[in-house]
């Protein structure tokens, strides 16, 4: 059975820093990875797709990187800003089921 | 597009009451799930469809019905409404391509309260 954890559970940190947010599975045989955002009270929002094959994924700010063999996914992010206040999830898509963390909820203080 | 969308927003249900929650997609997409998301606990997948006329259960199915009668439309009835289906639940679509396989489009939920 897929088990899907990230660390740490929650995160504050000052404006403008970078940070490191780390997912880890037990079960190396995915199809993808997903990141998502999900705001307090919102649905969520898909942040990067890593394929298996692939290594890293980028998009302006976020740089998602994944190490199947391992196990581990994380998601980078540049020059915080308070706006990435939010929850980030990881989710593993194996067949025919997708696994999710439980998240790690990032607060930047102005 | 709308994406996905899913009705209501908000519910409020008495135990042993049923109602259906409504979920679209206007991608053309034939991957559809719903999930239902509760503290500390993630969210976790209740049933699953990868098509038109198929349907499959998932983690948490017990007092959920779905089906599919069309690519656009997967609602999730509760048979028989109970506190413990208190939750969050969101409708989420996928496709496959060569590009972007399986990424996963989600609504914007229906918040739950059976009382």
């Known amino acids: 059975k897929q088990e899907v954890t990230q660390i740490p559970a929650a995160l504050s940190v000052p404006e403008g820093e970078n940070l490191v947010l780390n997912c880890s599975f037990t079960?190396?045989?995915?199809?993808?990875l997903q990141w998502f955002r999900q705001d307090p009270g919102k649905g969520l929002t898909s942040l990067l797709l890593?394929?298996?094959?692939?290594r890293e994924q980028t998009s302006g700010r976020l740089n998602a990187s994944l190490d199947k063999s391992s196990g581990r996914s994380t998601l980078y992010i540049a020059a915080s800003q308070p706006g990435d206040s939010a929850t980030y999830l990881c989710?593993?898509?194996?067949?025919?089921?997708?696994?999710f963390g439980i998240g790690t909820k990032l607060q930047v203080i102005p | 597009n709308a994406g996905v969308t899913q009705t209501p927003k908000f519910q409020v249900l008495k135990t042993g009451q049923s109602m259906t929650l409504q979920c679209a997609q206007d991608?053309?997409?034939?991957?559809m799930s719903w999930y239902r998301q509760d503290p500390g606990m993630g969210l976790r997948l209740i049933h699953y469809s990868v098509g038109a006329g198929i349907t499959d259960q998932g983690e948490v199915p017990n007092g959920y019905n779905v089906s599919r009668s069309t690519t656009e439309d997967f609602p999730l009835r509760l048979l028989s409404a109970a506190p413990s289906q208190t939750s969050v639940y969101f409708c989420?679509?996928?496709?496959?391509?060569?590009?972007?396989?399986?990424?996963?489009?989600f609504g914007p939920g229906t918040r739950l309260t059976v009382t």
């Open positions: 890593i394929q298996s094959s692939q």
């Open positions: 989710a593993v898509k194996s067949y025919q089921k997708v696994t």
């Open positions: 079960d190396s045989a995915i199809y993808n």
């Open positions: 991608m053309n997409h034939e991957y």
């Open positions: 989420a679509s996928s496709y496959s391509n060569r590009d972007r396989t399986y990424e996963q489009y």
